[in-house]
């Protein structure tokens, strides 16, 4: 069974910034992709980022040019820099991977992040 095991939430004033981390328990290369979803209270998982195995990273249009995910192959780890917060950027923050062989996905248990205004 993959863990995804998400860090680096908290609260933050608006226009400061946060590095939230997804560690897995196996290596990430056994992952199609790496991604971040948010959700708050009532509404729906929404999708922020993806970063495919070889591929270029793709960001909703809410946080492009703020948000920034990368990943750590050695550490076995995807990062999500974001910059410039919001608060409408306040939710749980979930990391999110897809296993290489059968597409089956794995989810984190999620981080809060709070951003004041």
């Known amino acids: 069974q993959v863990q995804l095991v998400e860090s680096g939430g908290g609260l933050v004033q608006a226009g400061g910034s946060l590095r939230l981390s997804c560690a897995a328990s196996r290596s990430i290369n056994s992952f199609n992709y790496m991604g971040w979803y948010r959700q708050v209270p009532g509404k729906e998982r929404e999708w922020v980022a993806t970063l495919t195995s070889g591929g270029s990273p793709r960001y909703a249009d809410s946080v492009k040019g703020r948000f920034t995910i990368s990943r750590d192959n050695a550490k076995n780890t995807v990062s999500l820099q974001m910059n410039s917060l919001k608060p409408e950027d306040t939710a749980v923050y979930y990391c999110?991977?897809?296993?290489?062989?059968?597409?089956?996905?794995?989810w984190g248990q999620g981080t809060q992040v709070t951003v004041s205004s």
């Open positions: 999110k991977a897809g296993e290489l062989r059968t597409g089956a996905p794995y």
